[in-house]
Structure formats: structure tokens, C-alpha cells
């Protein structure tokens, strides 16, 4: 009996690496490879539905495309998902900067109960059961899965996320005067000019480590108080991260609450604030009066932005 209990677990540790090998899944080579796997594998939620790919879509710069994501039995989110990519410089984490790392975040939507719902110790009980991941952990960090290094394999994956391959950058970096439109030069000098978008959108990544209140808090239908949340700070209120910008005509909708459709949407807001929310609380000086933008320098602000997008992500 002892001999074929052996040769019964024998067969299903074959079994079981024979599955993974001709399911398509290969054994990752690095952490960031471990990352990617993981990004993508549903068995890090409570119904084995969703993974972080689910909301964070590849081919929308790890966006979603609807207002808010449906996490685990279709429950719905409270704040817009942003984009995973270009992230290496932020200072914070999710729109009211909860997060001061990519480890810490990478956690944080497993065990949300609107999105994963999964305690993080059960996800990695999860990892620990699976011969696939037990294997993968111990080649790359010479350990069984835990939490840290669960985050450290997710936030591996998101660092490599770094886009520089944009029209934009082969422009300014390359010194090639015909990757881009002269549209786009001179949206590039609206942003750094009268348009005062670079005020908050600048370096490499045309993002910034502050919290802003851009106007979209009134306290009654725009009610989300954004980075109080975290500081309980009445300066505070209405406050959110500012995001990178590489990539953004791929990450619509957008703001922290996907009120906005479209870049056009999102120029006329900063154009006239006043005119979609008149009473606006504690916004930022930087908005109190209009950009009086014409509809050409509009275009040439849309056009800019969207020269911005990685030429691996870029539409055929």
C-alpha cells in the first residue's frame, strides 16, 4: 500500500507538470516574467474569475475602457482604473495616493472586496497548493510563494511596463523633425505655454507626485473628497494623484471617475471649467479663470497628446 500511495503521488506531480507545460503556461525566467503570469491568472480572486489583466487591459495601455471595472460577481468600482504603465516615477499609489510603493499596491486589489476578494493569505495558500508556482517561486527566489514576494513579482511586471517608443519621443529624443505633425509641435508648446498643462504634467513621464482638486468635487454629485480620504486633511478635499499622460489617448475614459469620454471632453473641461461644474469646491488656483482656447489650439493639444502613444500600443 505505502508503494502505491508513492507511485500515486508520483503520477499527479506528472500529471500536474505535464498540464501546465501543454496549457500554454512556461515557466517564467525572471521575476518579471513571474509577475506577468501572475498579472494574468484569475486564481488570485475569490471566484477564480478575474485577474488584474481583467481591469488593467494590455491593449489599452493596462486601462479599462468603462467608467468604473466590474470586480468578482460583476460588483462594481467607485473610482476610474488607471493606467498601470509608466508608473516608475510616481511617489503614490491609486488616486487618493494610499500607497506609497508598487509592492505595497500590487496587494491591495487582491483583497478589495469590489474588485479580487481574495484575503492576500489565501492567495498565497493558493500559490503554495499550486506544484506550477511552488516550482516558479523556489527557481526565481529560492523560496515558496509569500506575500512579499507575490508583490515583489507583480510590481516587477508593472516597472517594466516603461513606454519611450511614441512619435513624441522620436521627435524630441531623436531629433527627427518629421515623426510628428506640425500640429503636434505646436500642441507641445500650448502644453509648455498659455495651456498650462506642464504647471502639473511634466518629465519624462508627464506626470507629477502631487495631489490636485482639478474641480470635479461639489460635495453633492461630485462627492468623492479624493486624497482626504487618506490624510482626513480638509485641504485636502477633492484632491487626486496626477497621472502620466504617456499613452492617455488609449485610456479613455478619464478623471478619477471616468466622467469624461474623450480627450476633446477632457481640453474643454480645462478650457472652461466653470462651464460643466459651476460650483466647484476648493479648486486649484491654476483653473480659476478660462484658457480661452481656440478650436484649432484644441486640436493641436489633442493631436500632442496622442503623439504620446507608444508605437507598440498604437492602433493599426
Known amino acids: 500500500m505505502r508503494y502505491l500511495i508513492i507511485l500515486l503521488l508520483v503520477f499527479s506531480a506528472v500529471v500536474f507538470h505535464f498540464f501546465y507545460r501543454t496549457s500554454g503556461v512556461q515557466m517564467p525566467e525572471d521575476e518579471i516574467a513571474l509577475g506577468k503570469t501572475l498579472f494574468s491568472d484569475p486564481l488570485l480572486s475569490s471566484d477564480k474569475k478575474i485577474s488584474c489583466a481583467s481591469c488593467h487591459k494590455p491593449s489599452f495601455a493596462f486601462a479599462d475602457t468603462s467608467a468604473v471595472s466590474l470586480g468578482v460577481l460583476n460588483r462594481k468600482g467607485v473610482r476610474n482604473t488607471p493606467s498601470a504603465m509608466n508608473v516608475n516615477n510616481a511617489a503614490f499609489f491609486f488616486w487618493d495616493g494610499r500607497a506609497s510603493t508598487l509592492e505595497e499596491q500590487a496587494l491591495i486589489p487582491i483583497a478589495n472586496p469590489d474588485e479580487m476578494n481574495l484575503p492576500v493569505d489565501s492567495a498565497v495558500h493558493r500559490l503554495q497548493q499550486s506544484g506550477f508556482y511552488r516550482e516558479a517561486f523556489q527557481k526565481i527566489y529560492q523560496q515558496q510563494p509569500s506575500a512579499k514576494t507575490l508583490s515583489r513579482a507583480l510590481a516587477a511586471f508593472e516597472q517594466s511596463l516603461e513606454t519611450g517608443d511614441t512619435p513624441f519621443d522620436n521627435w524630441k529624443t531623436n531629433d527627427n523633425e518629421k515623426a510628428v505633425s506640425e500640429s503636434v509641435k505646436r500642441g ?96 486649484d488656483s491654476l483653473l480659476s479663470k478660462p484658457l480661452n482656447l481656440s478650436e484649432p489650439d484644441k486640436q493641436d493639444l489633442e493631436n500632442f497628446l496622442k503623439s504620446l502613444t507608444s508605437k507598440s500600443l498604437a492602433r493599426k
Open 188 to 283: 507641445f508648446a500650448l502644453f509648455n505655454g498659455s495651456a498650462n498643462c506642464v504647471r502639473c504634467h511634466f518629465g519624462p513621464d508627464f506626470s507629477n507626485t502631487e495631489f490636485r482638486n482639478i474641480g470635479l468635487f461639489n460635495g453633492k454629485d461630485l462627492n468623492d473628497s479624493g486624497r482626504a480620504v487618506i490624510t482626513r486633511k480638509a485641504n485636502d478635499l477633492g484632491k487626486f494623484k496626477i497621472g502620466p499622460l504617456r499613452n492617455v489617448a488609449l485610456t479613455a475614459p478619464y478623471m478619477h471617475n471616468g466622467m469624461f469620454k474623450t480627450l476633446r471632453e477632457v481640453i474643454d473641461y480645462y478650457n472652461d471649467p466653470d462651464k460643466i461644474v459651476p460650483d466647484a469646491i476648493n479648486r
